[in-house]
């Protein structure tokens, strides 16, 4: 080991941890099939931890370290069931279960149970609507990412005790409501897992473009996020907008380092320098990309393609363009219109806009976003009058564009950001 | 961050690394299903590939020179790839325990700048 500091101990914590970070989504999942209920699924697997914490620095880790999870976990409930049989014959029949099932004892067994349904219910349980989208997120990460609340916490700049809560309290409104660990029927489905995919997106988000702070971004989150979508593109193999949210993330994260300047300044898409691109990343955006269309094609009738695959084309549009000035954006005008028709909305009408004025000259841009301003929609979105200013400047109205710069650093939350904003209406002069 | 695993094969011994080519596709499917997996590749046998040598202005071919013959040395020869993009560098130890490999030795080598990928 290169750090000479750590003890055994420590490496055996740390291991431990990691551990922890690639079985628990899976244990949790199993826990919850046999009990039934999510919040006693996270409990049984916490003790189990707690007890690996214990033995594993003097016994060292088990080969299997899953099973030995589980069988651990399946155990303490049985004890548990067994304390409560007298008050409940039920609780007596599941203790009974559950014994048979570890009665062979064979960890190899306990590990071969078919998992990947069980973490596809866990996934819907965890963004089920009957919790509120902050409490979606929060259980997604603990159940599904392992995190542990204080890395939630940090992550989304609020303190642990009120991410503590919102788990605690998502648990119980899910008993109170009894959702069933099960995975949605086919009527319910698609919009199930657009909630899903909301709230992987949202993650996602959250560490690209903060909402507060002076950080830029938390890189963290996305990564997060994309290890999640591309978990569900598993779990989901057959679904295409779960192949195209995962497009868009793999594109979208290709840029992350090229974001931002050393001196953590926010860098414009037009103007980064595209050898920073992650080649990788944008590879598996094509890929994931093409697996999208390939399957909603294979469909009888073919499907067009849904919100998430159309920004995932459009972001590789940018992604394969190996200039700025080589850009089809002809081709990314008629993506956002195809959007907009799906989910009109005046973020996507301005982003319209942007991509009108890059096809046809500013003019064409500028009387979309015109519009945009008279309708009102987007009173309080930095970004409108940041678009305008640009377009304002391109056409030569440099004073106008000044007070929109202006007028946009003073209603960004980022602080970066406002710098940028000042720094452009500056230029105006 | 993103981590390398390389499967360097030892020397003294012709053995493939991994006798049970079905538990490799099996882990490379969980690498996948737990999200981790960026890439992955076997080579093919380093016979079989050249060797390039720089001195200079330079360029010197050769075909790659068969493994010492001191058994458990390391012969420096790359057998297989794995790329991942893990929490750190405890997950990528953790992942790389758990190869399926009957013999050889494995390096974990962080990605350079990965640190903010």
């Known amino acids: 080991m290169t750090d000479g500091e750590r003890t055994p101990l420590d490496e055996i914590r740390r291991a431990i941890d990691s551990v922890w970070r690639i079985e628990s989504g899976r244990l949790i999942a199993g826990l919850a099939r046999t009990t039934g209920d999510v919040g006693l699924a996270e409990e049984l697997a916490q003790d189990a931890l707690v007890a690996a914490l214990e033995q594993w620095p003097a016994s060292g880790i088990p080969r299997n370290p899953g099973a030995w999870l589980t069988t651990v976990a399946k155990r303490r409930a049985v004890d548990g069931w067994r304390r409560r049989e007298r008050l409940d014959d039920r609780y007596a029949a599941i203790a009974h279960d559950l014994e048979q099932e570890l009665g062979d004892d064979d960890p190899a067994r306990v590990a071969q149970e078919p998992i990947g349904d069980d973490l596809l219910r866990l996934v819907f349980v965890a963004c089920h609507p009957v919790l509120p989208q902050a409490s979606r997120v929060a259980l997604t990460l603990k159940l599904l990412g392992g995190l542990t609340t204080d890395e939630i916490a940090r992550a989304f700049l609020v303190p642990p005790a009120t991410i503590a809560q919102r788990i605690v309290r998502a648990k119980r409104t899910l008993t109170a409501a009894g959702v069933p660990f099960e995975v949605p029927e086919r009527a319910e489905f698609p919009e199930r897992l657009a909630s899903v995919l909301e709230v992987v997106y949202l993650i996602f988000n959250e560490g690209y473009s903060a909402t507060a702070g002076d950080d830029w971004m938390r890189p963290d989150l996305c990564r997060e996020a994309l290890r999640l979508g591309r978990v569900l593109a598993e779990l989901t193999p057959r679904e295409p907008e779960v192949h195209g949210l995962v497009a868009l993330m793999e594109f979208q994260a290709s840029r992350l380092t090229a974001r931002t300047a050393a001196d953590g300044s926010p860098i414009l898409l037009q103007d980064q320098d595209r050898a920073r691109w992650d080649r990788l990343l944008i590879g598996r955006g094509v890929a994931a990309l093409e697996r999208s269309d390939a399957l909603r094609l294979s469909r009888r009738p073919p499907v067009s393609r849904g919100p998430y695959a159309l920004q995932a084309a459009i972001a590789a549009c940018h992604a394969t363009a190996p200039t700025a000035e080589a850009t089809d954006w002809e081709e990314i005008v008629a993506l956002y219109g195809a959007l907009a028709e799906l989910r009109p909305s005046a973020v996507v009408e301005l982003n319209r806009a942007v991509a009108l004025s890059m096809a046809y000259g500013p003019s064409a841009g500028l009387e979309v976003v015109d519009r945009l301003a008279i309708d009102g929609a987007l009173a309080s979105y930095h970004l409108l009058p940041s678009v305008r200013a640009d377009l304002l400047l391109r056409l030569g109205r440099r004073e106008e564009a000044r007070q929109e710069f202006q007028r946009a650093a003073a209603m960004t939350g980022n602080a970066r950001e406002r710098e940028l904003l000042l720094a452009r209406a500056e230029e105006c002069l | ?117």
């Open chain 2, 1 to 117: 961050m993103r981590y390398v695993l390389m499967a360097l094969a030892e020397g003294g011994d012709a053995a493939p690394l991994c006798d049970d080519p079905a538990a490799l596709d099996r882990y490379e499917q969980e690498l996948v299903r737990a999200g981790v997996l960026l890439a992955a590749e076997a080579l093919e046998p380093a016979e079989t590939g050249t060797r390039i040598h720089f001195d200079g202005e330079e360029r010197i071919l050769s075909r790659i020179p068969p493994a010492p013959p001191e058994t458990g040395a390391v012969a420096g020869r790359v057998e297989g790839l794995w790329m991942l993009q893990t929490a750190g560098e405890d997950e990528a130890l953790e992942w790389a325990r758990r190869l399926p490999l009957t013999r050889g030795t494995v390096d974990v080598r962080r990605v350079a700048g990965g640190g903010r990928r």
